[in-house]
T-cell receptor, first 114, second 113 residues
Framework: NAGVTQTPKFQVLKTGQSMTLQCAQD?????MSWYRQDPGMGLRLIHY???????DQGEVPNGYNVSRSTTEDFPLRLLSAAPSQTSVYFC?????????????FGEGSRLTVL | RKEVEQDPGPFNVPEGATVAFNCTYS??????FFWYRQDCRKEPKLLMS???SGNEDGRFTAQLNRASQYISLLIRDSKLSDSATYLC??????????????FGTGTKLQVIP
């Protein structure tokens, strides 16, 4: 069972470079989201989506773009990487509705920006 | 006030002890609540849902107190393998129908031999 698949698992970027973190789920979940986790900060929501074509901002959206063209995929784009974006990124999916909080996470993508 | 607040700990407890964590939330319209467990350098995983009537799963008990706006997680007979960070999740519903899932910062538990 694939569940939620994130790629790449590790990435090193130089300041100003752009890249896309990929996220795919095979559970037909409506809800997908991206979080970043920094030491002592917990999980902070970047962007989320409740279905194909519908996205919204979370707490820390600046510097990131998302799109949701299919139910399965929810890529996160870093437009111009900055050292402050060094973090661990998690993608998560779940059903929409009252139980949206029952999320399944990918294994994470560890990004370092030099 | 933050939407979801947890004591970061760490809670250092001996094996066999009972330990409890609380998580307070600010949105009184919140409808559903969950506890997650996260091991070091791993992804969070759902531990249990929190129902209005409480929820028990083996050594773990989750409770909801709507009047005081907090949820709790009780772990009995702590095992070394329970050492992890425990995250609470509160799921509010917004008038636009969009739902954002907010995590607490987590409480770190270290069970000591």
């Amino acid at each position: 069972n694939a569940g939620v698949t994130q790629t790449p698992k590790f990435q090193v970027l130089k300041t100003g470079q752009s890249m896309t973190l990929q996220c795919a789920q095979d559970m037909n979940h409506e809800y997908m989201s991206w979080y970043r986790q920094d030491p002592g900060m917990g999980l902070r929501l970047i962007h989320y989506s409740v279905g194909a074509g519908i996205t919204d901002q979370g707490e820390v959206p600046n510097g990131y773009n998302v799109s949701r063209s299919t139910t399965e995929d929810f890529p996160l784009r870093l437009l111009s990487a900055a050292p402050s974006q060094t973090s661990v990124y998690f993608c998560a999916s779940g059903r929409a509705g009252v139980n949206t909080g029952e999320l399944f996470f990918g294994e994470g993508s560890r990004l370092t920006v030099l | 006030r933050k939407e979801v607040e947890q004591d970061p700990g760490p809670f250092n407890v001996p094996e066999g002890a009972t330990v409890a964590f609380n998580c307070t939330y600010s949105n009184s319209a919140s409808q559903s609540f969950f506890w997650y467990r996260q091991d070091c350098r791993k992804e969070p995983k759902l531990l249990m849902s929190v129902y209005s009537s409480g929820n028990e799963d083996g050594r773990f008990t989750a409770q909801l107190n709507r009047a005081s706006q907090y949820i709790s997680l009780l772990i009995r007979d702590s095992k070394l393998s329970d050492s992890a960070t425990y995250l609470c999740v509160v799921n509010p519903t917004y008038s636009g129908g969009y739902q954002k899932v907010t995590f607490g910062t987590g409480t770190k538990l270290q069970v000591i031999p």
